[in-house]
């Protein structure tokens, strides 16, 4: 039973080649053996997910898209009864009220919640630490990070701990986990807001204000992408797509704000693009303006600065801007002003910047005129050794700022707000895996996910670690 998709069990299932009860029971053991050395979960409902697995197995009507199927949810995500810290120590107490909208309606699709997994402090790093909770491993290499900030998701997917996995993205958070990991991972068009269940913003405050947020799924195939996408959106409805690779145009480019992606994610982009050239797709080579790059990167880190700090104090949002302003300073990407002025909350400012983002969105889609989808790399390279001073990376013979090499790539389409699929080109020279990510225009996820789906069956698969 190992490794089976979330797709593969729910047909297992619903052919009766298998129980809920058995395939829950395989992940809680997994579990049981494997997270002290990932700690890819930080809440385990063993009996509440026995008990419910025991429960479906005797429902024979009305079977949901996602009967009987494990999954995991990342802690960010409220769940009555259960703890949701964000690895917060303010919140280290708090016990959700109610359940998350989103993970709802994965329960009424029929999944089992295996438990909560682990998250960096407040969601904001590229890797999951932090004071309430230990420290996430790769199941690839346990010396080095799966990602943040659905790192503990990632781990717990790549080293068969759960199915399917609910994540969430305002800078990376699916993708570069889904890359360290040799995932498939989904950002939707910007979707997020404040009463999708997630935290932040911290839960009760009945705040309003969501700005780039994008929850979404982790998977090992991108069919579990599809089959989570509409359950968790019903509302977005995906379109058909029948036409093979070589219908569709595909850009690419692996510089941006003058940052070159490392060896091995230059090899995985090169792979991806042979890949989609023999299939008889047409490349188009991108440029982004360093001057855009800047001013989307900026921007960026300006809303960032607003939706995290909505409704922390004073103090913390100073103690947050003084954790992280050594690592800014040293970035290439001349952020600290930009943070500042989202961590200030004036209206006034906030408001412009929604008007300068408008501006650059529509310069960007100039850029990508004439591709259905773009290619680029997720991270400058593969998952890095545990950081928790955000000291420089090694890649390739350089030491790389911890900004440039976590947020450069895939802090652009936050800002752009635009769909994203990351996929899998297997594994570097080092066994560590690398993911591109391929992005389309707006609510174009119906066409991302065809993409993969033809990527797929021309070789791009999740290929498992050896645990």
């Known amino acids: 039973m190992n490794y089976l998709t979330a797709t593969e069990i729910a047909r297992a299932i619903a052919a009766g080649e298998l129980s809920s009860e058995q395939i829950t029971e395989h992940y809680l053991q997994r579990i049981d053996r494997l997270n002290p050395h990932y700690n890819a979960y930080v809440q385990i409902y063993v009996e509440q997910a026995r008990e419910r697995a025991r429960t479906l197995d005797s429902v024979k009507t009305k079977r949901g898209p996602l009967h009987g199927v494990p999954i995991s949810i990342k802690e960010c995500y409220l769940l009555e009864g259960t703890a949701t810290t964000i690895n917060y120590p303010p919140l280290k107490n708090y016990i959700g009220k109610q359940t998350s909208p989103l993970v709802q309606r994965l329960v009424d699709a029929g999944a089992v919640i295996l438990g909560k997994t682990n998250v960096p402090q407040l969601l904001a790093d590229g890797q999951t630490f932090g ?35 609910l994540g969430s993205d305002i800078g990376g958070s699916i993708r570069n986990p889904s890359s360290f990991c040799g995932l498939f991972g989904l950002k939707p068009t910007e979707n997020g807001h404040s009463h999708d269940g997630h935290v932040p913003p911290l839960p009760e ?60 994610v230059s090899s995985g982009l090169e792979k991806l693009k042979q890949l989609a050239s023999a299939q008889g797709a047409s490349l188009k080579p991108i440029t982004i303006d360093p001057k855009l790059a800047a001013r989307a990167m900026q921007l960026w880190a300006e809303l960032f600065g607003y939706s995290i700090a909505q409704n922390l104090p004073w103090l913390i949002r100073k103690l947050f801007y003084w954790k992280f302003r050594g690592t800014l300073r040293d970035s290439s990407m001349n952020l600290i002003p930009s943070l500042k002025r989202g961590l200030n909350l004036d209206f006034k400012t906030f408001s412009h910047a929604l008007y300068e983002r408008r501006e650059v969105v529509t310069e960007l889609m100039r850029v990508f005129d004439g591709c259905d989808a773009v290619l680029s790399p997720t991270s400058m390279g593969p998952a890095f050794p545990h950081n928790h001073q955000h000291q420089r990376i090694a890649l390739d013979g350089q030491q790389i700022p911890y900004m440039d090499y976590c947020f450069a790539f895939v802090a652009l389409y936050n800002l752009s707000g635009q769909p994203v699929l990351t996929v899998p080109t297997g594994n570097d020279v080092n066994g560590l895996p690398v993911g591109i990510s391929i992005a389309a225009k707006h609510h174009q996820e119906g066409l991302l996910l065809h993409i993969g789906k033809l990527l797929s069956a021309a070789g791009l698969q999740f290929n498992a670690p050896q645990l």
């Open 205 to 264: 405050h009945q705040l309003g204000m969501s700005v780039m947020n994008c929850t979404g799924p982790l998977a090992r195939s991108v069919e579990d992408l599809e089959l989570a996408y509409r359950v968790l959106y019903p509302e977005q409805k995906l379109a058909k797509f029948s036409k093979p690779l070589s219908g569709y145009t595909l850009g690419y480019f692996e510089t941006f704000h003058n940052l070159q992606a490392g060896e091995s």
């Open 131 to 165: 004071p309430l909770y230990p420290t996430a491993n790769n199941p690839f290499d346990p010396t080095r990070t799966p990602g943040g900030s659905t790192g503990g998701g990632a781990a717990a997917l790549a080293a068969d701990l759960c199915a399917l996995e």
